[in-house]
């Protein structure tokens, strides 16, 4: 067995590559005024506002920088943070390399020269949304440190600060995101004892926000990290050539299977008549799409389609339409509910013709009655993949992804599972 340490991306565009087409991410952004205020401190430091400070102008003194800070730079055409490997964000941060990109801005892997450890900082683009976008995050972040005793799977935030109009988050450094290990293993499925940990991790980091009454919106592979990058390769007998006894193909097994939610941007307190678009479109619940409201359950929708992305190495629900999107709902997991078809919204209806979907003559093509066709029933998918538990698996997942949000698990039932009774702490 080869053993390797290897540095990847933690961060990732938000337009993944799939099979099928994905398009972009349609969460609409958040409602909050504008902050402006001092370097560093609590959200609740910052004063709503019609104008940003122009932070700058402390930082230099006739010309010449204060602190070693860089010199001048403009924000590229989108907005986002120019700079060059080496230098200075404040006096107290040190770039060392970047390690991703996406909508929101740019993730800098940096020094701290305070705590004498690298961190991960997100640096949001110089745009009024995405810092409106970045308050929020940092309001829910500080809200779940205030609660979180260090076992809670949510990452830590370190520090936060406003700098030449970019809002700057000082994460904890931690390793690949789960999508990010997928790609890089060839889109291959992790072993059922991490799906398993995993599983039990990020369930009780919903369950811990639930608790505090806080929905994330949009769980999916890229928003949940591994917190070490280290991982093993062993043998892939499943894709080897049996009858040449190859087994010269390996892949990749992380070493441990902690991990940490990210990405609480999106993040929203529980209230009444919650009925605007929210989820990355793969892990989005029957219910956003049909308009009949939302609440906790869509999280625990979206679990459920995780763990069957582990388990298969490719998302559950590959598509970028609403009707086909209900429709491979229906094949996978058995038709809908009439009770739940006759309260779709006004917008939701065109999808549902005399109490069923309006599949397979409402379809946009050939090519999407073909994708939906070939999708298998759950349990068929499950055991395709998973030799072991997979009976427990099956129920765990049917309870996850119930079409009525009032019928489905919660994350403390879910935890109570006989699937995740079974978890081995190595981590």
Same mark, same amino acid.
């Given at each position: 067995?080869?053993?390797?340490?290897?540095?990847? $991306?933690?961060?990732?565009?938000?337009?993944?590559?799939?099979?099928?087409?994905?398009?972009?991410?349609?969460?609409?952004?958040?409602?909050?005024?504008?902050?402006?205020?001092?370097?560093?401190?609590? @959200?609740?430091?910052?004063?709503?506002?019609?104008?940003?400070?122009?932070?700058?102008?402390?930082?230099?003194?006739?010309?010449?920088?204060?602190?070693? *800070?860089?010199? %001048?730079?403009?924000?590229?055409?989108?907005?986002?943070?120019?700079?060059?490997?080496?230098?200075?964000?404040?006096?107290?941060?040190?770039?060392?390399?970047?390690?991703?990109?996406?909508?929101?801005?740019?993730?800098?892997?940096? %020094?701290?020269?305070?705590?004498?450890?690298?961190?991960?900082?997100? =640096?949001?683009?110089? =745009?009024?949304?995405?810092?409106?976008?970045?308050?929020? &995050? /940092? &309001?829910?972040?500080?809200?779940?440190?205030?609660?979180?005793?260090?076992?809670?799977?949510?990452?830590? $935030?370190?520090? %936060?600060?406003?700098?030449?109009?970019?809002?700057? /988050? @000082?994460?904890?450094?931690?390793?690949?995101?789960?999508?990010?290990?997928?790609?890089?293993?060839?889109?291959?499925?992790?072993? /059922?004892?991490?799906?398993? &940990? =995993?599983?039990?991790?990020?369930?009780?980091?919903?369950?811990?926000?639930?608790?505090?009454?806080?929905?994330?919106?949009?769980?999916?592979?890229?928003?949940?990290?591994?917190? *070490?990058?280290?991982?093993?390769? +062993?043998?892939?007998?499943?894709?080897?050539?049996?009858?040449?006894?190859?087994?010269?193909?390996?892949?990749? @097994?992380?070493? *441990?299977?902690?991990?940490?939610?990210?990405?609480?941007?999106?993040?929203?307190?529980?209230?009444?008549?919650?009925?605007? =678009?929210? *989820?990355?479109?793969?892990? !989005?619940?029957?219910?956003? /799409?049909?308009?009949?409201?939302?609440?906790?359950?869509?999280? $625990? %929708?979206? +679990?459920?389609?995780?763990?069957?992305?582990?388990?298969?190495?490719?998302?559950?629900?590959?598509?970028?339409?609403?009707?086909?999107?209900?429709?491979?709902?229906?094949?996978?997991?058995?038709?809908?509910?009439?009770?739940?078809?006759?309260?779709?919204?006004?917008?939701?209806?065109?999808?549902? !013709?005399?109490?069923?979907?309006?599949?397979? &003559?409402?379809?946009?093509?050939?090519?999407?009655?073909?994708?939906?066709?070939?999708?298998?029933?759950?349990?068929?998918?499950?055991?395709?993949?998973?030799?072991?538990?997979?009976?427990?698996? $099956?129920?765990?997942?049917?309870?996850?992804?119930?079409?009525?949000?009032?019928?489905?698990?919660?994350?403390?039932?879910?935890?109570?599972?006989?699937?995740?009774?079974? @978890?081995?702490?190595?981590?």
């Amino acid at each position: 067995m080869e053993l390797e340490h290897v540095t990847v $991306i933690p961060i990732t565009h938000l337009d993944r590559p799939r099979k099928r087409a994905r398009f972009g991410w349609d969460v609409p952004q958040a409602q909050v005024g504008i902050f402006c205020g001092q370097e560093v401190g609590n @959200v609740a430091s910052y004063a709503s506002s019609g104008a940003i400070s122009d932070h700058t102008s402390s930082l230099f003194v006739k010309g010449v920088a204060r602190n070693g *800070s860089p010199p %001048w730079r403009e924000d590229d055409k989108d907005g986002h943070y120019m700079f060059a490997l080496g230098d200075n964000l404040t006096s107290r941060y040190k770039i060392h390399s970047k390690m991703g990109e996406g909508t929101f801005g740019q993730v800098l892997e940096c %020094w701290d020269r305070e705590r004498k450890e690298m961190v991960a900082i997100k =640096i949001v683009r110089g =745009i009024k949304k995405y810092r409106e976008a970045a308050m929020i &995050e /940092i &309001e829910a972040l500080q809200n779940l440190g205030k609660h979180d005793k260090g076992s809670n799977r949510c990452v830590q $935030i370190r520090n %936060w600060f406003d700098y030449r109009n970019h809002i700057c /988050i @000082v994460f904890e450094k931690l390793g690949p995101s789960l999508y990010d290990f997928l790609r890089k293993n060839n889109y291959r499925s992790f072993p /059922i004892d991490h799906v398993r &940990e =995993i599983g039990r991790q990020l369930l009780e980091c919903v369950a811990f926000m639930h608790d505090l009454r806080m929905i994330h919106t949009d769980l999916k592979p890229e928003n949940i990290l591994l917190v *070490s990058s280290d991982y093993v390769k +062993v043998p892939d007998y499943k894709n080897s050539s049996r009858s040449t006894k190859d087994i010269s193909y390996y892949k990749r @097994v992380p070493k *441990s299977s902690a991990i940490k939610v990210i990405d609480f941007g999106s993040t929203t307190y529980e209230r009444q008549d919650q009925n605007y =678009i929210v *989820s990355t479109r793969h892990y !989005r619940a029957p219910e956003v /799409i049909l308009g009949l409201g939302w609440s906790y359950p869509c999280d $625990i %929708w979206s +679990v459920g389609c995780i763990l069957v992305e582990l388990c298969t190495g490719e998302a559950l629900f590959q598509t970028h339409e609403n009707l086909e999107h209900l429709a491979m709902m229906e094949r996978v997991l058995g038709p809908m509910p009439q009770h739940i078809l006759k309260r779709v919204d006004r917008h939701a209806g065109k999808y549902v !013709r005399r109490g069923r979907l309006d599949w397979p &003559e409402g379809a946009a093509s050939r090519e999407s009655m073909k994708a939906v066709l070939k999708l298998p029933r759950l349990q068929n998918l499950v055991m395709q993949h998973v030799d072991q538990s997979a009976g427990d698996l $099956i129920h765990l997942l049917q309870g996850l992804l119930r079409y009525d949000p009032l019928d489905r698990l919660t994350a403390r039932e879910a935890l109570r599972h006989p699937f995740l009774a079974k @978890v081995q702490h190595r981590r």
